[in-house]
């Protein structure tokens, strides 16, 4: 089965630099790979996904890049601010009609100093 | 939107006790929705895919029969936990995905959660 490895685990920052976090995936087929913002003791949100027919995509300060042949694709937040202190995971899918599971990296807990 | 509601948030149970979890689709219906379990400082493990009208898809390691998984409509899947024991206490989160949603379309949306504590 897929397996996701997630880096760092934790990463600390200062207000206004960038944070940058990095994914692997181990299943070639897979193409839909979502991020997902946890805030302590609530839901993951959906931050910003990316298809595999698609190499970059960006949202404001958002953006994740994609590499299929590498099999690796990263979350990188400029200007953070204090609100994007979080833990923040990857996933990596295969789509198809009838539905598919995600399967999620370990995890990266997010710490913007101000 | 696409709002996912669970119930309860937050449940206390005696050690041997069965607890029911459930998750519902506000505004749209689900033909899949999935069991997460997270425990604390750790990331979503995927514990069953449930679609309507059929049985539930297990993830290799998780008994069956201790987590009964219901997708009994397109708006309501309930996990229970059977005979709870302490090291079954854990966050467990929903989520479900769109009815008729484009194949290249995949979005999960999540449950609040469920902080189950087993005594």
């Known amino acids: 089965g897929e397996n996701v490895e997630q880096h760092p685990s934790t990463l600390s920052v200062q207000e206004g630099d960038s944070a940058v976090i990095k994914c692997t995936y181990s299943d070639s087929a897979s193409n839909y790979f979502p991020w997902y913002k946890q805030e302590l003791g609530k839901r993951p949100q959906l931050i910003i996904d990316i298809r595999s027919n698609v190499g970059e995509k960006k949202d404001q300060r958002i953006a994740v890049t994609l590499n299929k042949t590498a099999k690796h694709f990263s979350l990188h937040i400029t200007e953070t601010q204090p609100e994007d202190s979080a833990v923040y995971f990857c996933?990596?899918?295969?789509?198809?009609?009838?539905?598919?599971?995600?399967?999620f990296g370990g995890g990266t807990r997010v710490l913007v100093k101000p | 939107g696409a709002v996912v509601s669970q119930h309860p948030s937050r449940v206390i149970c005696k050690s041997g006790t069965s607890v029911k979890i459930e998750c519902r689709s506000l505004d749209f219906q689900a033909t899949t929705m999935f069991w997460y379990r997270q425990f604390p400082k750790q990331s979503l493990m995927l514990m069953a895919t449930?679609?309507?009208?059929?049985?539930?898809?297990?993830e290799q390691g998780v008994e069956k029969d201790k987590f009964l998984i219901n997708h009994a409509s397109l708006t309501l899947s309930t996990l229970t936990v059977t005979s709870a024991h302490p090291e079954d206490s854990s966050f467990y989160i929903c989520?479900?995905?769109?009815?008729?949603?484009?194949?290249?379309?995949?979005?999960?949306?999540f449950g609040p959660g469920t902080r189950l504590t087993v005594l």
């Open positions: 449930s679609n309507e009208g059929s049985k539930a898809t297990y």
């Open positions: 989520s479900a995905r769109k009815r008729g949603g484009s194949i290249s379309y995949n979005e999960q949306f």
């Open positions: 996933a990596a899918s295969i789509v198809k009609a009838a539905g598919n599971k995600l399967t």
